[in-house]
């Protein structure tokens, strides 16, 4: 359905005549939200995703099928996503499920405006709207190049660079608060929006990052990769999976949670990675 630009600025003001209030501020680089308008659309988001809730809850049965909204790191899409992907597209063939990455933060508002209909994040998230679950864990390892000698004292990350996703990521967030325990300052700070990306420049020697330790033996097969563990405080973080409380939980739904749990730690059978041998430093 079309509309003339014009008709809409009429019915706006006349809705904003029915309100008693502004809903949108206008100025010569163009038009944007009020308070108001903020508030309102919050609300018309809530009654969209109600209406197609309302329709979902209508022809749910037993049987997983319809929309399903998943959000990821990108991390757990690169290596834990893909088995638990393949393995509920085998046995639920009619949902029809969509994949959106992004950083922790990101998921969570995406997921709180009902734009995802749940998501993989990593701890701490404390939110009263949210449900949330522990899938499993990850093993955080500082990553260097191979060409990079063993960083076996904190200092010699004084004058590296730091590869991190950007602000938002549980991940950088956990690297950032470890060098200021240890008082560094890292030379320079990089930020980039895919794990490739990060993989690819600590290949090269440009610098280091924190990440899971299943994506970086993945990655050793490919890249030239020096790991070192670092303290426990900072080493183990659990991988969230969260969905809005006020939300029905379809079939579709809980499936792909119960195959989520199943799968999510088994891509080393037989291997417990919180209770491997110690490789490096790990008092780092």
Known sequence: MEYVQSSISIRIQQFE?????????????????????????????????????????VADNTIPRGPLRIGSLETTAAIR??????????????????????????LINLVMKYELDGAFVAAPVEHAELEIIEIGVEELMLVSGGQFSPIDRPEK??????????????????????????????????????????LGCIHA???????????????????????????DKFRITPTLFIRRKDTYRT?????FIQVSNQRFSLIEPGIDPIKRKSRDLRDL
Not at 207 to 225: D, F, I, K, N
Not at 251 to 255: G, L, T
């Open 17 to 57: 005549s029915e309100l008693k209030t502004v809903l949108f501020h206008r100025g010569r680089h163009g038009i944007r939200l009020s308070t108001s308008g903020e508030i309102l659309k919050s609300y018309a988001e809530k009654i969209v995703f109600l209406t197609h809730e309302a329709e979902r809850v």
């Open 157 to 198: 990350l004084q004058n590296l660079t730091i590869l991190v996703f950007r602000v938002g990521c549980s991940y950088r967030r956990k690297l950032e608060e470890w060098l200021q325990l240890k008082g560094i300052i890292p030379a320079k700070i990089m930020e980039f929006g895919t794990l490739e990306g990060i």
């Open 251 to 255: 079939a579709a739904m809980s499936e």
């Open 81 to 106: 996503l893909p088995s638990i992907l393949t393995d509920y597209h085998k046995s639920y063939p009619e949902v029809d499920l969509t994949l959106k990455t992004g950083t922790t933060e990101e």
């Open 205 to 231: 020697g440009l610098g280091v990052s924190l990440l899971p330790r299943s994506v970086v033996e993945r990655a050793m097969v490919q890249y030239h990769l020096r790991s070192q563990e670092i303290s």
